[in-house]
């Protein structure tokens, strides 16, 4: 039985789309948007993922590339699921996956394509350089920085840009244990190290809230609104009179 990686920022369409697989025979898991996948991805192996390309944090183009950079990952399938007015843009995204999808879609269309997809998939047995983990590490420390030059990034980004640091740094690990003399990873393993234990030490001065994992406290900032609370209430995992 096959396990598919939804990955779709619409509840609505992510729901629809799982219950036709599920009853024809499949494993779904679901991911609300790309850093889901990618969090998700890390304790799961899917056989194909099925990836919306217009969504919040991250579009789905990175997220394939990331995919597809990731030594551990580059061997599944992806199925871009898109809209008609991105189909100029589709190319460039096509480039890393391996077939598409239009919305809307029909069931016979989505289940065919996914089928042909598997049938043609085989396992590679391309032996993983050095240069395939450091280009992984080069990738996530781009979208580092797509992160870092967002607006008040440590506040709302934080937690994410941790995690990235630490994809980063084992990339730059692998690549030397493969290659210990690696023109480039040493060094830039150590510049990596030093951004991420800075940025640790920052966020250690701004308590971050349990349940949201945004970080909240300095600068007159207060906590973020969980999203099934009411619009005018604060945050409970935060005591504001700390």
Not at 37 to 45: F, M, S, Y
Not at 61 to 76: G, M
Not at 128 to 148: A, H, Q
């Amino acid at each position: 039985m096959n396990t598919i990686l939804i990955v779709e920022d619409s509840h609505s369409q992510r729901e629809c789309i799982s219950y036709q697989l599920v009853w024809n025979g499949m494993n779904v898991i679901q991911a609300c948007d790309g850093i889901d996948a990618l969090n998700k991805l890390q304790a799961t192996c899917p056989d194909l993922i099925l990836l919306d390309v217009v969504m919040p944090r991250i579009d789905g183009y990175r997220v394939c590339r990331l995919i597809k950079a990731n030594p551990t990952t580059q061997n599944i399938p992806v199925v871009f699921i898109t809209g008609k007015e991105q189909h100029l843009a589709i190319y460039e995204g096509i480039k890393h996956a391996e077939a598409y999808v239009s919305k809307p879609w029909k069931t016979c269309e989505l289940l065919q394509t996914i089928k042909r997809v598997l049938l043609k998939t085989k396992k590679s047995t391309h032996q993983v350089s050095p240069d395939d983990w450091f280009r992984y590490g080069i990738l996530t420390l781009k979208l580092i920085k797509f992160y870092e030059s967002r607006t008040s990034a440590l506040q709302t980004s934080g937690h994410q840009i941790i995690k990235l640091y630490k994809s980063a740094v084992n990339a730059f690990q692998q690549t030397l244990e493969i290659d210990p003399n690696h023109l480039f990873a040493g060094q830039t393993l150590e510049i990596t190290e030093n951004k991420w234990k800075k940025l640790q030490q920052e966020l250690y001065q701004i308590r971050p809230c349990q349940v949201c994992l945004y970080y909240h406290g300095q600068n007159g900032i207060n906590c973020a609104i969980h999203p099934n609370e009411p619009v005018d209430s604060l945050c409970l995992d935060w005591d504001l009179n700390e």
